[in-house]
């Protein structure tokens, strides 16, 4: 059974950063897109950034230029580096991995992230 288990949420003011991790178990790390989705309280979840094997991107428009994903595969984990952090970016972020074969999906449990002065 595939398992996401992220970390690094926190509370940073506006203009700081935080770094998220999410390691992967129980898959072959190549055969998937994995990136990280957000959910603000009562609003739906959105796309932040995923990201391939051959190592293209795909940004939410809110976060280019700010946020950076990156992702080890002998360590099989996702990273989002968030930076220019803004009061709006505050929600639930979630790991995800997609099988790019099957569409299969999975998610992580998620890690808030609050920017607060």
């Known amino acids: 059974q595939v398992q996401l288990v992220e970390s690094g949420g926190g509370v940073v003011q506006p203009g700081g950063s935080l770094r998220l991790s999410c390691e992967a178990s129980?898959?072959?790390?190549?055969?998937?897109?994995v990136g990280w989705y957000r959910q603000p309280a009562g609003k739906e979840r959105e796309l932040v950034a995923t990201?391939?094997?051959?190592?293209?991107?795909n940004y939410g428009d809110s976060v280019k230029g700010r946020f950076t994903i990156s992702r080890d595969h002998a360590k099989k984990t996702v990273y989002l580096q968030m930076n220019s952090l803004k009061v709006e970016d505050t929600a639930v972020y979630y790991c995800?991995?997609?099988?790019?074969?099957?569409?299969?999906?999975?998610w992580g449990q998620g890690t808030q992230v609050t920017v607060s002065s």
């Open positions: 990201t391939t094997d051959g190592g293209g991107t």
């Open positions: 129980a898959l072959i790390f190549a055969f998937y897109v």
């Open positions: 995800y991995a997609m099988h790019t074969r099957t569409r299969e999906h999975n």
